[in-house]
């Protein structure tokens, strides 16, 4: 074994161990435990926004992209929100144990489905440092143990949140194991984690979650030995169509593309019907606040100064002030585009047409679809799931915002009265 593989077996066999202890804590005792941790944050804001101070100052030195250095930032109502979001969470009612279903066989013998948790799961993510606190929360009451192994321009943030986090749970008798910070910046510790599904003898990861650019989830997804819950892309549409009234499409456009351009539920492309009585309006209205846009044909013959879209556009997360737009023939036609286009994450229709409107909700496979609402409500707490360790696209286990019920799996418990099957 080489260090990295050496150093996660380590953390992985501890975790193992705290994950066993966790998944019997009653509720009351991992709540306390998570306000404890939510307080200690409170308490440790300057440190922290001290060593967020030290990673920006490095990032900014090394060239990061404005997308990566607005994810990197903490001030003292991030810090003040991260806070609240752990505490949050211990509001939040407890999955496991919770009964799924049950049913009584015809030779009288009873089964349940129950809630349970998932075991051991490694986080990696880069820049967001509000990761280490979200998703250490979500595992932790959701009885799970967490590694986190945050990015190397994020080390110093990561590293304080992750001690005042881990002092608070501490106190009220939470295992320090239960929440591991990987201590290198060696990307082998990331191959490490990815191999750590038990067939070298090593401590197993029970679940991977990927948080980060497109380039870390791909060899995430294409290296893992161990399931994987990520997106890669957030390649986010938003349809206006011809009912949709004027003043709402262009509040929703905006704030859907310009409120936050770095998160993943920012839109990309807006698709406008062709019979729309006002695109120019909604091309406007995002210029004026900012944003380049890249048109299509149709569309730069209504406003001809504007940039080209390429080919590529279509498929690209832009992540900054950049947007692509075109004109399409109706529901139709946008339903056409987003299935060729559409990375599956969030996509909404603005549209007063109910008919209209439900039949893109049901059409458009994709983890999140709205309608008459902005894109940037893809978020676990806008959805009421408290703090989310992540967005999921794939059709399996959990999709969209993972948040507790995300982070456990069930078993069947069956009660009998002496049945055997003869």
């Known amino acids: 074994m080489n260090d990295a593989t050496i150093l996660l077996a380590d953390m992985t066999n501890r975790a193992r161990a705290a994950a066993r202890t966790l998944a ?8 306390a435990a998570l306000r404890a941790a939510a307080q200690a944050l409170r308490d440790a804001a300057p440190q922290i926004l001290s060593a967020n101070a030290t990673d920006m100052a490095k990032a900014t030195e090394a060239g990061l992209s404005n997308a990566m250095l607005d994810r990197l930032k903490l001030d003292s109502g991030r810090v003040a929100a991260m806070a609240d979001g752990v505490a949050a969470v211990a509001g939040l009612a407890d999955p496991v144990g ?3 279903d049950e049913s009584e066989r015809p030779n009288g013998l009873r089964l349940r489905r129950v809630r349970v948790p998932i075991g051991v799961i490694g986080i990696i993510y880069e820049s967001r440092p509000n990761v280490t606190a979200d998703a250490a929360a979500l595992a932790v009451m959701a009885g799970n143990a967490v590694i986190l192994r945050g990015g190397s321009e994020a080390i110093e943030s990561n590293r304080a949140i992750h001690a005042a986090l881990v002092s608070g ?4 008798g939470i295992p320090a194991d239960a929440a591991q910070l990987v201590p290198t910046t060696d990307r082998a510790a990331v191959g490490a984690m990815l191999a750590a599904d038990g067939s070298a003898g090593a401590g197993a990861i029970d679940l991977i979650v990927p948080r980060g650019g497109k380039g870390l989830v791909a060899r995430v997804q294409a290296e893992a030995r161990v399931p994987v819950l990520a997106h890669l892309d957030g390649i986010n549409h938003i349809y206006v169509d011809a009912s949709a009234d004027p003043a709402m499409a262009r509040s929703i456009v905006v704030d859907a593309k310009m409120r936050r351009t770095g998160v993943c539920g920012a839109m990309e492309t807006l698709l406008i019907d062709r019979a729309y009585p006002d695109p120019v309006g909604l091309v406007s209205a995002l210029r004026d606040a900012g944003c380049e846009v890249r048109g299509g044909p149709g569309l730069r013959a209504l406003v001809p100064d504007l940039v080209s879209a390429t080919d590529a556009d279509w498929d690209t997360e832009y992540l900054e002030a950049i947007a692509s737009a075109g ?3 109706g529901l139709d036609g946008a339903l056409r585009f987003i299935a060729r286009h559409s ?6 229709i603005v549209a007063n047409d109910e008919r209209v409107a439900t039949r893109f909700l049901a059409e458009v496979d994709s983890a999140i679809v709205l309608w008459n609402a902005s894109t940037q409500f893809a978020d676990g707490g806008e959805f009421g799931l408290g703090a989310e360790i992540g967005i999921a696209t794939g059709r399996l286990h959990a999709r969209g915002p993972v948040a507790l019920e995300g982070l456990t799996t069930y078993k069947w418990v069956g009660y009998g009265t002496g049945q055997v099957r003869g």
Not at 24 to 31: E, F, S
Not at 169 to 172: G, H, P
Not at 343 to 348: E, Q
């Open 98 to 100: 919770a009964i799924i």
């Open 169 to 172: 749970l501490v106190a009220e």
């Open 24 to 31: 019997t804590l009653p509720t009351a005792t991992k709540a």
């Open 327 to 329: 004109l399409v023939d």
């Open 343 to 348: 990375s599956h994450h969030t996509d909404a």
